[in-house]
């Protein structure tokens, strides 16, 4: 059985914002994972996963998207956080904390969910050596049961737009 140890550590997004992830590590590392969560998913969510993982030969970074866990700065609610954010800023900054930490591994992406779906707003997605998902989605409505189907039109559809109009800021 191998020693797995884990540090807490913050980060910055390219427009400032602070980051909270956890960084877990065992013995001779073969590969870099990263794990985006799923909406609304703390890291620690993640954690006994992450170590399993380090456990197995793997350097594995767990973070908190704006607004989330321990990167959350005040109610989302009242936030100007947009959640594609997670994809186009805070992703991006969680590769390349976890390159710098292990320069030498590939990285392999587990996405849950909507981390999953933001990959493709990642401007270094690149770096990735290959994603591995988890409960991602088509995004396609017609393939989710019908009774949940009025609530997602209503998530996906007339809150944006709502949005869009400025009566929700």
């Known amino acids: 059985m191998s020693i797995v140890q884990s540090q807490s550590l913050t980060f910055q997004a390219e427009d400032g914002w602070q980051l909270t992830g956890d960084l877990y590590f ?15 998913f703390p890291r620690r969510f993640y954690r006994h996963m992450a170590a399993y993982m380090a456990g197995q030969g793997a350097v594995v970074l767990t973070y908190d998207y704006r607004g989330i866990g321990e990167s959350k700065t005040a109610s989302i609610a009242r936030s100007a956080i947009d959640l594609p954010d997670w994809g186009r800023l805070d992703m991006p900054a969680a ?18 969910s909507v981390g999953g779906h933001f990959l493709g707003l990642m401007p270094n997605h690149d770096k990735i050596a290959r994603n591995a998902f988890l409960a991602v989605s088509t995004g396609y409505i017609g393939h989710h049961a019908a009774h949940y189907r009025p609530m997602e039109a209503y998530f996906w559809w007339a809150s944006a737009a709502i949005h869009s109009c400025g009566m929700v800021s």
């Open 26 to 40: 065992g013995p001779s590392p073969k590969v870099a994972i990263l794990v985006s969560s799923g909406t609304g």
């Open 95 to 112: 590769i390349d904390v976890l390159e710098a930490q292990v320069p030498e591994l590939p990285i392999t992406h587990l996405a849950h």
